[in-house]
């Protein structure tokens, strides 16, 4: 799948070569100037389709270099998600039952449309600010209209939109606009995908098992409501699976959460904030809520780049890539120890649309509870200055 996207974003004009950089003239003055090469296409194809994320050039897959034509920005979107969209197909073929993987992949699509949606309606909107100004925000056919700051104009709003929100819903972290310069309620839209554990697709593998553990929890509670063992898969989800999955739940919330208020109460925390007021705080909880879910990318007004940010975002990271896991494969080896319960007629269908709606009011309340007062601290209250 590398070669195959490699080569496609070569016939797009991705750079790959092993040669020096090269010095040409610029076409509006006479002054040189150095074009940065390598072998970009090769290593975007591996990181996109590997949910990795860090960019080849400075500016990741905003520079016409890494990212140069429509196509070439769809393909690459496609990349994040494809495999981790896949293996929910591949999980309900390995369980037996191809339904429990549609019914996964039907919530996860649904949450990314919805949130998708909320980001472009914010980013089409325009800024209040600009319009002030006196500055036309009206879409046109001449004028993409909205708020176009951060964006490249070969891709528009509805583009960038829809890598942002590929990208924080799946553990990647490339970009091709700057999130730091979305409106309140789109930086909203990052920052949440992220905050829910990045299980809205997710990385390779990680995006399947997070969204598991929200399963268990939503048969769980559904059976207490009926007054029956919970069971998914024709296997009991007893006490032990429902605390491996809240401590899945919970270690994301605890890490991002604690980091946030240690670096704001911490003076070297608080050193390198250069945006003040409600934003300073939305930048803080991104890079924790970047680095708590193993995304990678950033509200890039935050000086992250000191001995204090690199230490504990470091540690954030560390737990978000290995301590998720033990649990995980706890459930796993719990699950497989069990015996295959037939299913009976007060068994929980767990592949019908009122299961897809169960799950997705288990995912929103779960993670508006969790982050929901943080939220209303940095982006939510952002945006009720911005329009008041």
């Given amino acids: 799948?590398?070669?195959?996207?490699?080569?496609?974003?070569?016939?797009?004009?991705?750079?790959?070569?092993?040669?020096?950089?090269?010095?040409?003239?610029?076409?509006?003055?006479?002054?040189?100037?150095?074009?940065?090469?390598?072998?970009?296409?090769?290593?975007?194809?591996?990181?996109?389709?590997?949910?990795?994320?860090?960019?080849?050039?400075?500016?990741?897959?905003?520079?016409?270099?890494?990212?140069?034509?429509?196509?070439?920005?769809?393909?690459?979107?496609?990349?994040?998600?494809?495999?981790?969209?896949?293996?929910?197909?591949?999980?309900?073929?390995?369980?037996?039952?191809?339904?429990?993987?549609?019914?996964?992949?039907?919530?996860?699509?649904?949450?990314?449309?919805?949130l998708l949606s909320v980001a472009v309606w914010s980013e089409q909107g325009g800024n209040p600010a600009f319009a002030a100004m006196g500055i036309d925000q009206t879409q046109t056919n001449i004028n993409p209209g909205g708020n176009m700051e951060?964006?490249?104009?070969?891709?528009?709003?509805?583009?960038?939109?829809?890598?942002?929100?590929?990208?924080?819903?799946?553990?990647?972290?490339?970009?091709?606009?700057?999130?730091?310069?979305?409106?309140?309620?789109?930086g909203l839209v990052t920052m949440w995908l992220m905050q829910l554990g990045e299980i809205i697709y997710g990385g390779v593998g990680s995006g399947l098992y997070g969204m598991l553990a929200f399963v268990i929890i939503a048969v769980f509670v559904s059976g207490l409501m009926v007054g029956r063992t919970p069971e998914y898969l024709g296997k009991k989800i007893e006490a032990y699976e429902m605390k491996m999955a809240s401590i899945m739940i919970l270690i994301p919330v605890f890490v991002v959460l604690t980091g946030t208020a240690v670096a704001l109460m911490s003076e070297a925390g608080r050193a390198t904030i250069y945006n003040p007021s409600t934003h300073g705080f939305s930048e803080v909880l991104y890079a924790f809520s970047s680095a708590g879910n193993n995304n990678g990318s950033a509200f890039a007004g935050l000086g992250a780049n000191t001995p204090f940010y690199n230490t504990i975002l470091g540690f954030a990271m560390l737990i978000a890539r290995y301590w998720l896991a033990i649990p995980a494969l706890a459930i796993a080896g719990s699950l497989a120890s069990k015996k295959k319960v037939p299913a009976g007629a007060g068994t929980l269908p767990t592949h019908t649309p009122l299961f897809i709606a169960w799950l997705i009011g288990v995912i929103v309340i779960v993670g508006a509870l969790s982050f929901l007062p943080a939220l209303a601290l940095g982006p939510i209250v952002e945006h009720l200055m911005v329009f008041k």
Wanted: hydrophobic share 45%; charged share 10%.
């Fill in 1 to 114: 799948m590398s070669i195959v996207l490699a080569l496609a974003l070569v016939s797009q004009g991705v750079v790959q070569t092993f040669s020096e950089y090269k010095t040409v003239n610029g076409l509006q003055s006479s002054a040189e100037q150095n074009l940065p090469l390598g072998p970009a296409a090769s290593q975007i194809a591996i990181k996109q389709l590997g949910t990795n994320g860090g960019g080849f050039f400075n500016v990741n897959s905003a520079h016409p270099f890494e990212n140069p034509t429509p196509f070439s920005n769809f393909l690459e979107m496609l990349a994040i998600l494809i495999i981790p969209a896949a293996l929910c197909y591949t999980f309900g073929k390995m369980v037996g039952d191809t339904r429990q993987g549609w019914t996964l992949l039907i919530v996860m699509t649904i949450i990314f449309v919805a």
């Fill in 150 to 186: 951060g964006k490249e104009v070969r891709f528009g709003i509805v583009n960038s939109a829809l890598w942002a929100t590929a990208t924080t819903a799946a553990s990647n972290g490339s970009v091709n606009s700057m999130h730091d310069s979305y409106m309140p309620l789109g």
